[in-house]
């Protein structure tokens, strides 16, 4: 079976997987996908044949979809050696072969539960959450504190984030909308003292989940990898093989700039994951590749709309059916 026709089964068949909503990827990737699907069909046209001149074209298609220089150099590499393979002469054919390799080099030979949460089965599972001002990072924690309700989960919030102006307030917003607790202290409190409370309070209640807020930037002296540092020591000293994830929350419409975000972040903490939020307001969706292939860190999570549902957990077939859904259908029709 063709990889188009497996994508069009798996996620427009009867039964599409529960985690990843077809549609929300569809609809939340369609500026990336517009771009990037009218680009590859304008090559084809171009391109009887698959020539070292195609390839050169299809590298800048790529680049410009911010899919990373070395991504790109890897896939282009792996894709001649494909089309060599398959001895494909009719550059139709390479627009399938494309998808199938985005799915192989996110993936690298691990299997999907590179993208599933780390949750303790029968204890307290922290959620470290961290990531510069401005992401979209406490409207995250919110929209997975709902997440994680909806599946049966009791959820507490820590405000960790005590130097940012309002920080707490939009937790504490977050927690009405979705009715649960949220853990605080004063404006300009040290943040290890608040997620060492939430750890307390999240305990005495029997909650399953503590999700907690960190800082982006901090108006003092004190280096923020450090206060990093501190709440990661605080929260091991109370449970040993805490936290359990570390999620980088990263935007996606900064493109390049979130890739130096998340190199910094991951030297200095061990980042466990990542959090792509905004993903429906860029062109530039390649960014998720390139992530996951240069920094070696699974992309978790996307954020593809403003609404509460919106959070999805990151499945990269879904999301290659996202960029090439317009091609699904026609070759498939």
């Known amino acids: 079976m063709s990889f188009f026709k497996k994508l069009k089964e798996k996620f427009t068949g009867d039964t599409p997987p529960a985690e990843s909503n077809p549609d929300k990827y569809k609809e939340g990737l369609s500026k990336t996908r517009n771009s990037f699907s009218s680009k590859i069909n304008d090559l084809v046209a171009r391109y009887r044949k698959v ?17 990373g220089v070395q991504t790109v150099m890897d896939l282009i590499d792996e894709l001649k050696m494909e089309v060599k393979r398959r001895n494909i002469k009719d550059s139709q054919e390479v627009k399938e072969v494309i998808s199938e390799k985005l799915v192989e080099i996110y993936y690298d030979g691990e299997d999907e539960e590179i993208e599933q949460l ?38 507490v919030l820590a405000a960790g984030d005590t130097f940012r102006a309002g920080a707490i307030e939009q937790l504490e917003v977050w927690g009405e909308r979705t009715g649960v607790e949220v853990i605080k202290h004063n404006a300009g409190s040290d943040p290890a003292a608040v997620i060492f409370d939430g750890i307390q309070a999240a305990r005495s209640r029997g909650a399953d989940v503590l999700l907690c807020d960190t800082a982006g ?22 449970i040993p093989d805490a936290p359990h994830e570390v999620l980088l929350v990263l935007d996606a419409t900064t493109g390049q700039n979130a890739m130096n975000q998340a190199k910094t972040f991951s030297e200095a903490t061990d980042v466990t994951g990542i959090v792509l939020t905004k993903l429906d307001g860029t062109a530039k969706g390649g960014i998720v590749l390139a992530i996951r292939n240069e920094l070696e860190i699974p992309v978790k999570f996307v954020g593809l709309g403003e609404k509460v549902t919106d959070l999805q957990t990151f499945d990269a077939s879904a999301f290659v059916y996202g960029l090439f859904a317009d091609m699904v259908e026609e070759e498939t029709s």
């Open 51 to 67: 020539d070292e001149d195609f390839f050169e074209d299809l590298e800048e298609i790529l680049i410009s979809a911010d899919v």
């Open 118 to 155: 780390h949750l303790q089965e029968d204890s307290l599972s922290v959620i470290l959450f961290v990531g510069v001002n401005g992401v979209g990072k406490t409207t995250t924690i919110g929209k997975m504190a709902h997440k994680l309700k909806e599946e049966g989960k009791k959820v």
């Open 217 to 238: 930037r901090l108006q003092n002296k004190v280096n923020l990898m450090n206060e990093l540092a501190k709440v990661k020591k605080v929260i091991a000293r109370e």
